[in-house]
Protein backbone atom coordinates (compact mmCIF):
# COMPACT_ATOMS: atom_id res chain seq x y z
CA UNK A 1 0.00 0.00 0.00
CA UNK A 2 1.24 3.40 -0.93
CA UNK A 3 2.21 6.04 1.67
CA UNK A 4 -1.23 8.14 1.50
CA UNK A 5 0.34 10.53 3.69
CA UNK A 6 3.60 11.08 2.07
CA UNK A 7 2.08 11.44 -0.92
CA UNK A 8 -0.41 14.58 -0.47
CA UNK A 9 2.57 16.52 1.12
CA UNK A 10 4.64 15.76 -1.68
CA UNK A 11 2.08 17.13 -3.54
CA UNK A 12 1.26 20.16 -1.63
CA UNK A 13 5.38 20.71 -1.85
CA UNK A 14 5.62 19.90 -5.77
CA UNK A 15 2.66 23.29 -5.89
CA UNK A 16 4.07 25.56 -3.93
CA UNK A 17 6.65 25.68 -6.38
CA UNK A 18 4.39 26.53 -9.13
CA UNK A 19 4.63 30.33 -9.73
CA UNK A 20 0.45 29.91 -10.50
CA UNK A 21 -0.85 28.88 -7.51
CA UNK A 22 -1.37 31.34 -4.83
CA UNK A 23 -2.24 30.27 -1.26
CA UNK A 24 -3.77 27.23 0.45
CA UNK A 25 -6.73 27.28 -0.99
CA UNK A 26 -5.67 27.38 -4.35
CA UNK A 27 -3.36 24.46 -3.72
CA UNK A 28 -6.44 22.53 -2.05
CA UNK A 29 -8.69 23.61 -5.10
CA UNK A 30 -5.90 22.25 -7.87
CA UNK A 31 -4.79 19.13 -5.68
CA UNK A 32 -9.10 18.40 -5.58
CA UNK A 33 -10.59 18.59 -9.07
CA UNK A 34 -6.94 16.36 -10.03
CA UNK A 35 -8.06 13.65 -7.31
CA UNK A 36 -11.62 13.72 -8.31
CA UNK A 37 -10.54 13.10 -11.96
CA UNK A 38 -8.87 9.88 -10.73
CA UNK A 39 -10.87 9.06 -8.54
CA UNK A 40 -13.76 8.83 -11.22
CA UNK A 41 -11.62 7.18 -13.49
CA UNK A 42 -11.01 4.69 -10.67
CA UNK A 43 -14.81 4.21 -10.12
CA UNK A 44 -15.25 4.05 -14.08
CA UNK A 45 -13.69 0.97 -13.83
CA UNK A 46 -15.93 -0.57 -11.08
CA UNK A 47 -19.07 0.86 -12.72
CA UNK A 48 -18.29 -1.08 -16.41
CA UNK A 49 -18.34 -3.94 -14.20
CA UNK A 50 -21.45 -3.49 -11.98
CA UNK A 51 -23.60 -1.06 -14.08
CA UNK A 52 -25.11 -2.83 -17.50
CA UNK A 53 -23.79 -1.38 -20.57
CA UNK A 54 -22.27 1.86 -18.65
CA UNK A 55 -21.16 4.67 -21.19
CA UNK A 56 -18.88 7.06 -19.91
CA UNK A 57 -19.98 10.33 -20.66
CA UNK A 58 -16.31 11.89 -21.19
CA UNK A 59 -15.07 11.58 -24.54
CA UNK A 60 -12.14 9.04 -25.17
CA UNK A 61 -9.04 11.28 -24.81
CA UNK A 62 -10.58 13.21 -22.04
CA UNK A 63 -10.58 10.47 -19.49
CA UNK A 64 -7.67 10.64 -17.35
CA UNK A 65 -6.46 6.88 -17.79
CA UNK A 66 -5.69 8.31 -21.88
CA UNK A 67 -4.07 11.54 -20.52
CA UNK A 68 -2.59 11.17 -17.31
CA UNK A 69 -1.89 7.52 -16.52
CA UNK A 70 1.14 6.86 -18.06
CA UNK A 71 4.20 8.27 -16.49
CA UNK A 72 6.01 9.43 -19.49
CA UNK A 73 2.92 10.99 -21.07
CA UNK A 74 2.04 14.66 -21.87
CA UNK A 75 4.54 17.24 -20.09
CA UNK A 76 5.38 20.37 -20.25
CA UNK A 77 4.15 22.92 -22.40
CA UNK A 78 1.60 20.73 -24.47
CA UNK A 79 0.10 19.16 -20.80
CA UNK A 80 -0.73 22.55 -20.31
CA UNK A 81 -1.95 23.84 -23.78
CA UNK A 82 -4.30 20.02 -23.56
CA UNK A 83 -5.62 21.07 -19.70
CA UNK A 84 -6.21 24.70 -21.11
CA UNK A 85 -7.56 24.21 -24.40
CA UNK A 86 -9.61 20.91 -24.39
CA UNK A 87 -10.06 18.88 -20.93
CA UNK A 88 -11.35 22.35 -19.38
CA UNK A 89 -13.71 23.55 -21.88
CA UNK A 90 -15.39 19.98 -22.88
CA UNK A 91 -15.45 19.33 -18.78
CA UNK A 92 -17.15 22.64 -18.52
CA UNK A 93 -19.35 22.43 -21.60
CA UNK A 94 -20.42 18.65 -20.58
CA UNK A 95 -24.17 17.61 -21.88
CA UNK A 96 -25.83 16.70 -18.81
CA UNK A 97 -28.55 14.86 -20.46
CA UNK A 98 -25.93 11.62 -21.69
CA UNK A 99 -25.79 11.01 -17.65
CA UNK A 100 -26.40 11.39 -13.77
CA UNK A 101 -22.67 11.18 -14.07
CA UNK A 102 -22.20 13.29 -16.68
CA UNK A 103 -24.19 16.25 -14.56
CA UNK A 104 -22.07 15.45 -11.87
CA UNK A 105 -18.61 16.29 -13.58
CA UNK A 106 -20.32 19.52 -15.17
CA UNK A 107 -21.43 20.86 -11.27
CA UNK A 108 -17.85 19.72 -10.41
CA UNK A 109 -15.90 21.61 -13.13
CA UNK A 110 -18.78 24.64 -13.56
CA UNK A 111 -16.78 26.90 -11.24
CA UNK A 112 -13.01 24.90 -10.90
CA UNK A 113 -10.10 25.98 -12.30
CA UNK A 114 -6.65 25.23 -13.14
CA UNK A 115 -4.07 27.46 -11.84
CA UNK A 116 -0.83 25.17 -11.99
CA UNK A 117 1.44 26.81 -15.45
CA UNK A 118 4.52 24.30 -15.22
CA UNK A 119 3.48 21.24 -17.18
CA UNK A 120 6.58 19.78 -15.84
CA UNK A 121 5.66 20.27 -12.01
CA UNK A 122 2.07 19.59 -13.28
CA UNK A 123 3.05 16.11 -14.40
CA UNK A 124 4.81 15.34 -10.91
CA UNK A 125 2.17 15.54 -9.03
CA UNK A 126 -0.33 13.05 -11.71
CA UNK A 127 2.40 10.78 -11.21
CA UNK A 128 2.21 10.79 -7.33
CA UNK A 129 -1.77 11.01 -7.86
CA UNK A 130 -1.43 7.62 -9.62
CA UNK A 131 0.57 5.74 -6.92
CA UNK A 132 -3.41 5.80 -4.92
CA UNK A 133 -5.87 2.81 -6.41
CA UNK A 134 -9.17 4.33 -5.25
CA UNK A 135 -10.59 1.07 -5.95
CA UNK A 136 -8.49 -0.43 -2.76
CA UNK A 137 -10.68 -0.87 0.23
CA UNK A 138 -7.72 -0.25 2.76
CA UNK A 139 -6.26 2.88 0.95
CA UNK A 140 -9.67 4.28 0.34
CA UNK A 141 -9.90 4.00 4.02
CA UNK A 142 -6.93 5.54 4.80
CA UNK A 143 -7.41 8.30 2.23
CA UNK A 144 -10.40 8.96 3.86
CA UNK A 145 -8.41 9.83 7.10
CA UNK A 146 -5.85 12.17 4.82
CA UNK A 147 -9.17 13.82 3.02
CA UNK A 148 -10.55 14.78 6.43
CA UNK A 149 -7.11 16.69 7.27
CA UNK A 150 -7.29 18.49 3.51
CA UNK A 151 -10.38 19.67 4.74
CA UNK A 152 -9.07 20.55 8.04
CA UNK A 153 -6.45 22.72 6.03
CA UNK A 154 -9.20 25.09 4.95
CA UNK A 155 -9.13 26.18 7.98
CA UNK A 156 -5.90 27.97 7.97
CA UNK A 157 -7.08 29.28 3.93
CA UNK A 158 -8.77 32.41 5.04
CA UNK A 159 -12.50 32.45 4.97
CA UNK A 160 -12.99 28.94 3.65
CA UNK A 161 -12.54 28.30 7.35
CA UNK A 162 -16.52 28.31 7.36
CA UNK A 163 -16.49 24.99 5.42
CA UNK A 164 -15.38 22.94 7.81
CA UNK A 165 -17.21 21.76 11.47
CA UNK A 166 -15.26 19.97 14.55
CA UNK A 167 -15.95 15.94 13.69
CA UNK A 168 -16.60 15.18 17.13
CA UNK A 169 -19.62 17.95 17.34
CA UNK A 170 -20.87 16.69 13.57
CA UNK A 171 -20.75 12.99 15.04
CA UNK A 172 -22.60 14.20 18.13
CA UNK A 173 -25.22 15.27 16.58
CA UNK A 174 -25.71 12.46 14.02
CA UNK A 175 -25.47 9.88 16.98
CA UNK A 176 -28.10 11.54 18.79
CA UNK A 177 -30.22 12.07 15.61
CA UNK A 178 -29.79 8.55 14.91
CA UNK A 179 -30.89 8.55 11.56
CA UNK A 180 -32.50 5.13 9.86
CA UNK A 181 -32.16 3.46 6.25
CA UNK A 182 -34.67 5.31 4.30
CA UNK A 183 -35.19 8.73 6.12
CA UNK A 184 -34.77 11.34 3.87
CA UNK A 185 -31.32 13.35 5.09
CA UNK A 186 -30.58 16.95 4.06
CA UNK A 187 -27.96 19.57 4.52
CA UNK A 188 -29.03 22.49 3.41
CA UNK A 189 -25.75 24.50 3.57
CA UNK A 190 -23.36 21.29 3.50
CA UNK A 191 -19.94 22.69 2.94
CA UNK A 192 -17.43 19.67 2.41
CA UNK A 193 -20.06 17.31 3.58
CA UNK A 194 -19.41 16.43 7.24
CA UNK A 195 -23.22 15.94 8.52
CA UNK A 196 -23.41 13.61 5.21
CA UNK A 197 -20.29 11.49 5.45
CA UNK A 198 -21.40 11.15 9.44
CA UNK A 199 -24.62 10.16 8.45
CA UNK A 200 -23.82 7.92 5.62
CA UNK A 201 -21.55 6.09 8.03
CA UNK A 202 -24.15 5.78 11.00
CA UNK A 203 -26.76 4.09 8.45
CA UNK A 204 -24.08 1.78 6.67
CA UNK A 205 -24.24 -0.75 9.28
CA UNK A 206 -28.16 -1.35 7.73
CA UNK A 207 -27.47 -1.69 4.68
CA UNK A 208 -27.83 -5.46 3.62
CA UNK A 209 -28.63 -5.89 0.04
CA UNK A 210 -27.94 -4.20 -2.58
CA UNK A 211 -31.44 -2.41 -2.46
CA UNK A 212 -30.79 -1.20 1.05
CA UNK A 213 -27.64 0.83 -0.62
CA UNK A 214 -29.19 2.34 -3.21
CA UNK A 215 -32.06 3.70 -0.70
CA UNK A 216 -29.34 4.90 0.86
CA UNK A 217 -27.63 6.59 -1.92
CA UNK A 218 -30.87 8.34 -2.66
CA UNK A 219 -31.96 9.67 0.62
CA UNK A 220 -28.71 11.91 1.29
CA UNK A 221 -28.13 14.93 -0.44
CA UNK A 222 -26.93 18.27 0.28
CA UNK A 223 -26.63 22.01 -0.97
CA UNK A 224 -23.93 24.06 -1.25
CA UNK A 225 -23.36 27.15 -3.02
CA UNK A 226 -19.68 27.71 -2.72
CA UNK A 227 -17.62 25.60 -5.95
CA UNK A 228 -14.91 24.87 -3.82
CA UNK A 229 -17.13 23.37 -0.96
CA UNK A 230 -18.95 21.56 -3.51
CA UNK A 231 -15.98 20.14 -5.37
CA UNK A 232 -14.66 19.05 -2.02
CA UNK A 233 -17.99 17.40 -1.04
CA UNK A 234 -18.67 15.38 -3.81
CA UNK A 235 -15.40 14.35 -3.55
CA UNK A 236 -15.72 13.29 -0.05
CA UNK A 237 -19.16 11.36 -0.82
CA UNK A 238 -17.36 9.82 -3.69
CA UNK A 239 -14.70 8.44 -1.69
CA UNK A 240 -17.85 7.18 1.23
CA UNK A 241 -18.77 4.97 -1.87
CA UNK A 242 -21.29 6.95 -3.48
CA UNK A 243 -21.16 6.66 -7.46
CA UNK A 244 -24.20 9.59 -7.92
CA UNK A 245 -23.31 12.26 -4.79
CA UNK A 246 -26.52 14.14 -4.63
CA UNK A 247 -24.66 17.14 -3.70
CA UNK A 248 -26.47 20.81 -5.41
CA UNK A 249 -24.92 23.70 -6.40
CA UNK A 250 -27.34 26.08 -5.33
CA UNK A 251 -28.53 28.60 -2.81
CA UNK A 252 -31.88 27.25 -1.11
CA UNK A 253 -32.33 30.37 0.54
CA UNK A 254 -33.00 32.09 -3.06
CA UNK A 255 -35.94 29.95 -3.39
CA UNK A 256 -39.24 31.49 -2.40
CA UNK A 257 -40.46 30.29 0.85
CA UNK A 258 -44.34 29.61 -0.47
CA UNK A 259 -42.55 27.88 -3.23
CA UNK A 260 -41.56 24.88 -1.21
CA UNK A 261 -44.56 21.96 -0.73
CA UNK A 262 -45.14 18.44 0.38
CA UNK A 263 -42.59 17.09 -2.16
CA UNK A 264 -39.85 18.70 -0.45
CA UNK A 265 -40.73 18.00 2.97
CA UNK A 266 -37.95 15.71 4.98
CA UNK A 267 -37.14 13.32 7.59
CA UNK A 268 -33.88 14.78 8.77
CA UNK A 269 -32.08 18.01 8.10
CA UNK A 270 -28.40 18.73 9.68
CA UNK A 271 -26.80 21.64 9.72
CA UNK A 272 -24.63 24.64 10.45
CA UNK A 273 -25.35 26.93 8.52
CA UNK A 274 -23.08 29.86 8.30
CA UNK A 275 -23.76 32.64 11.19
CA UNK A 276 -22.47 35.96 10.81
CA UNK A 277 -22.91 35.93 7.41
CA UNK A 278 -24.75 38.43 5.31
CA UNK A 279 -27.17 37.21 2.38
CA UNK A 280 -27.34 39.40 -1.29
CA UNK A 281 -30.11 42.34 -1.16
CA UNK A 282 -33.21 40.43 -2.24
CA UNK A 283 -32.54 37.37 -0.63
CA UNK A 284 -35.04 38.11 2.46
CA UNK A 285 -37.48 38.95 -0.06
CA UNK A 286 -37.93 35.17 -0.57
CA UNK A 287 -39.35 34.85 2.73
CA UNK A 288 -42.30 35.71 5.21
CA UNK A 289 -42.43 39.71 6.19
CA UNK A 290 -42.29 38.33 9.86
CA UNK A 291 -38.47 36.45 9.23
CA UNK A 292 -37.20 39.03 6.85
CA UNK A 293 -33.40 39.72 7.56
CA UNK A 294 -30.07 39.56 6.02
CA UNK A 295 -28.98 37.22 8.84
CA UNK A 296 -28.04 33.51 6.95
CA UNK A 297 -28.41 31.24 9.71
CA UNK A 298 -31.88 32.88 10.74
CA UNK A 299 -33.06 32.25 7.09
CA UNK A 300 -31.90 29.05 7.24
CA UNK A 301 -33.70 28.45 10.55
CA UNK A 302 -36.88 29.61 9.04
CA UNK A 303 -36.32 27.17 6.00
CA UNK A 304 -35.80 24.54 7.97
CA UNK A 305 -38.79 24.84 9.81
CA UNK A 306 -40.79 24.96 7.08
CA UNK A 307 -38.94 21.62 5.71
CA UNK A 308 -39.24 19.06 8.10
CA UNK A 309 -41.95 16.52 8.09
CA UNK A 310 -44.47 16.27 10.53
CA UNK A 311 -42.33 14.33 13.44
CA UNK A 312 -39.23 15.26 11.02
CA UNK A 313 -36.09 15.81 13.20
CA UNK A 314 -33.31 19.02 13.09
CA UNK A 315 -29.98 19.16 14.40
CA UNK A 316 -28.37 22.51 13.92
CA UNK A 317 -25.32 24.56 15.12
CA UNK A 318 -26.34 28.18 16.13
CA UNK A 319 -24.35 31.04 17.38
CA UNK A 320 -25.54 32.57 20.90
CA UNK A 321 -26.60 35.66 18.87
CA UNK A 322 -29.39 33.92 17.73
CA UNK A 323 -30.62 32.48 21.35
CA UNK A 324 -30.94 36.07 22.99
CA UNK A 325 -31.83 38.09 20.02
CA UNK A 326 -34.48 40.27 19.62
CA UNK A 327 -37.02 41.59 16.77
CA UNK A 328 -37.34 39.23 13.81
CA UNK A 329 -34.82 36.76 15.98
CA UNK A 330 -38.20 36.97 18.48
CA UNK A 331 -40.95 36.04 15.80
CA UNK A 332 -38.46 32.77 14.30
CA UNK A 333 -37.99 31.56 18.30
CA UNK A 334 -41.69 31.96 18.29
CA UNK A 335 -42.32 30.65 15.22
CA UNK A 336 -39.83 27.50 16.15
CA UNK A 337 -41.48 26.76 19.78
CA UNK A 338 -45.05 26.58 18.63
CA UNK A 339 -44.30 24.07 15.76
CA UNK A 340 -41.45 22.57 16.84
CA UNK A 341 -40.64 20.42 20.46
CA UNK A 342 -36.87 22.08 21.00
CA UNK A 343 -36.40 19.24 23.66
CA UNK A 344 -32.58 19.93 23.80
CA UNK A 345 -29.85 23.00 23.68
CA UNK A 346 -26.32 21.50 24.62
CA UNK A 347 -24.32 25.08 25.19
CA UNK A 348 -20.97 24.97 24.18
CA UNK A 349 -18.11 26.44 25.91
CA UNK A 350 -15.90 28.90 24.24
CA UNK A 351 -12.87 27.66 21.37
CA UNK A 352 -14.77 25.06 19.77
CA UNK A 353 -14.25 26.39 16.62
CA UNK A 354 -11.07 28.03 17.62
CA UNK A 355 -8.64 30.19 16.39
CA UNK A 356 -11.11 30.64 13.22
CA UNK A 357 -14.21 31.93 15.33
CA UNK A 358 -14.85 33.23 18.85
CA UNK A 359 -18.62 33.21 18.54
CA UNK A 360 -19.84 31.04 21.63
CA UNK A 361 -22.12 28.15 19.91
CA UNK A 362 -25.14 25.90 20.71
CA UNK A 363 -26.26 22.73 19.56
CA UNK A 364 -30.34 22.81 19.36
CA UNK A 365 -32.18 19.69 18.75
CA UNK A 366 -36.08 19.81 17.40
CA UNK A 367 -38.95 17.42 16.08
CA UNK A 368 -41.23 19.06 14.73
CA UNK A 369 -45.41 18.54 14.67
CA UNK A 370 -45.78 19.83 18.42
CA UNK A 371 -45.16 22.76 20.68
CA UNK A 372 -42.45 22.71 23.00
CA UNK A 373 -43.49 22.17 26.63
CA UNK A 374 -40.00 22.19 28.19
CA UNK A 375 -36.67 23.06 26.70
CA UNK A 376 -33.52 20.70 28.77
CA UNK A 377 -30.36 22.61 28.98
CA UNK A 378 -26.98 20.94 29.28
CA UNK A 379 -23.77 22.83 29.47
CA UNK A 380 -21.03 21.02 27.68
CA UNK A 381 -17.58 21.08 29.78
CA UNK A 382 -13.91 21.06 28.78
CA UNK A 383 -12.11 17.45 29.76
CA UNK A 384 -10.21 18.15 32.80
CA UNK A 385 -7.20 20.51 32.94
CA UNK A 386 -8.32 22.00 30.10
CA UNK A 387 -9.23 25.52 29.77
CA UNK A 388 -10.02 26.15 26.20
CA UNK A 389 -9.20 24.07 22.55
CA UNK A 390 -7.29 24.94 19.90
CA UNK A 391 -6.03 23.37 16.55
CA UNK A 392 -3.29 21.05 18.05
CA UNK A 393 -6.00 20.10 20.76
CA UNK A 394 -10.09 20.11 19.38
CA UNK A 395 -13.24 19.04 20.71
CA UNK A 396 -13.49 14.97 20.75
CA UNK A 397 -16.20 12.88 20.40
CA UNK A 398 -15.30 11.17 23.95
CA UNK A 399 -16.74 14.35 25.51
CA UNK A 400 -19.90 13.94 24.69
CA UNK A 401 -20.27 10.68 26.58
CA UNK A 402 -21.83 12.29 29.35
CA UNK A 403 -24.65 14.06 27.52
CA UNK A 404 -25.06 10.85 25.82
CA UNK A 405 -25.53 8.78 29.15
CA UNK A 406 -27.58 11.76 30.36
CA UNK A 407 -30.18 11.80 27.23
CA UNK A 408 -32.26 9.42 27.62
CA UNK A 409 -32.97 9.62 31.72
CA UNK A 410 -32.84 13.14 31.95
CA UNK A 411 -32.61 14.45 35.07
CA UNK A 412 -31.25 18.16 36.41
CA UNK A 413 -27.81 18.05 37.95
CA UNK A 414 -24.83 20.56 37.65
CA UNK A 415 -24.78 20.78 34.44
CA UNK A 416 -28.31 20.47 32.95
CA UNK A 417 -31.63 22.41 33.59
CA UNK A 418 -34.74 22.37 32.24
CA UNK A 419 -36.96 25.04 31.51
CA UNK A 420 -40.28 25.87 30.64
CA UNK A 421 -42.58 27.33 27.85
CA UNK A 422 -44.43 29.62 30.45
CA UNK A 423 -40.86 30.49 31.49
CA UNK A 424 -39.07 31.40 28.16
CA UNK A 425 -42.53 33.28 27.12
CA UNK A 426 -41.84 35.68 30.42
CA UNK A 427 -38.38 36.42 29.10
CA UNK A 428 -39.91 37.12 25.82
CA UNK A 429 -38.50 34.14 24.20
CA UNK A 430 -35.02 34.86 25.23
CA UNK A 431 -33.10 31.05 25.14
CA UNK A 432 -30.03 32.35 26.75
CA UNK A 433 -30.68 31.23 29.85
CA UNK A 434 -27.34 30.13 32.01
CA UNK A 435 -26.54 27.62 33.95
CA UNK A 436 -28.84 28.39 37.27
CA UNK A 437 -26.68 25.48 39.50
CA UNK A 438 -23.37 27.35 38.52
CA UNK A 439 -22.75 29.89 41.34
CA UNK A 440 -22.98 33.47 41.36
CA UNK A 441 -20.31 35.42 41.12
CA UNK A 442 -19.98 37.47 44.51
CA UNK A 443 -19.44 41.26 44.04
CA UNK A 444 -18.00 43.45 46.53
CA UNK A 445 -20.04 46.55 46.97
CA UNK A 446 -19.62 49.65 44.42
CA UNK A 447 -18.25 51.75 47.47
CA UNK A 448 -15.30 49.34 48.22
CA UNK A 449 -14.52 48.72 44.21
CA UNK A 450 -14.01 52.61 44.04
CA UNK A 451 -11.97 52.86 47.13
CA UNK A 452 -9.69 50.02 45.95
CA UNK A 453 -9.30 51.90 42.31
CA UNK A 454 -8.29 54.92 44.01
CA UNK A 455 -6.05 53.24 46.48
CA UNK A 456 -4.46 51.17 43.18
CA UNK A 457 -4.79 54.78 41.33
CA UNK A 458 -2.59 56.34 43.64
CA UNK A 459 -0.05 53.76 43.95
CA UNK A 460 0.39 53.97 39.94
CA UNK A 461 0.97 57.59 40.26
CA UNK A 462 3.63 57.31 43.24
CA UNK A 463 5.66 54.77 40.78
CA UNK A 464 5.77 56.93 38.03
CA UNK A 465 6.92 59.93 40.21
CA UNK A 466 9.92 57.56 41.71
CA UNK A 467 10.72 56.50 37.98
CA UNK A 468 10.51 60.55 37.15
CA UNK A 469 12.86 61.15 39.57
CA UNK A 470 15.16 58.70 39.14
CA UNK A 471 15.72 59.38 35.38
CA UNK A 472 16.04 62.86 35.74
CA UNK A 473 18.86 61.97 38.47
CA UNK A 474 20.37 59.66 35.61
CA UNK A 475 20.28 62.70 33.33
CA UNK A 476 21.87 65.38 35.11
Known amino acids: MSNITTNIKGIRDIMRKDTGVDGDAQRISQMVWMLFMKIFADKEEEWEITIENYVSPIPEHLKWQNWAADD ?252 FGEGMKTRLKEELLDKCNLHTIVRLPNGVFNPYTSIKTNLLFFEKGTPTKDVWYYEHQYPKGAKSYNKGTPINIKEFDVEKAWWNKREENEYAWKVSIEDIKKRNYNLDIKNPHQEVDTLESPEVILEKFRTTEQKISSIQDEIINVLTEALK
Not at 259 to 267: E, N, T
Request: with cysteine.
Open 72 to 323: EGLTGDALMEFIETELFPALKDLDITLSPQAKIIRSVFDDTYNFMKNGTLFRQVINVINEIDFNSTSERHVFNDIYETILKDLQSAGSSGEYYTPRAVTQFMVDMINPQLGESVLDPACGTGGFLTCTIDAVRNQVKTPKDREVLQNSIRGVEKKPLPHLLCTTNLMLHGFDLPAVRRDNLLSKPYADWGAKDKLDIILSNPPFGGVEEDGTETNFPKKFRTKETADLFLALIIKLLKDKGRCAIVLPDGTL
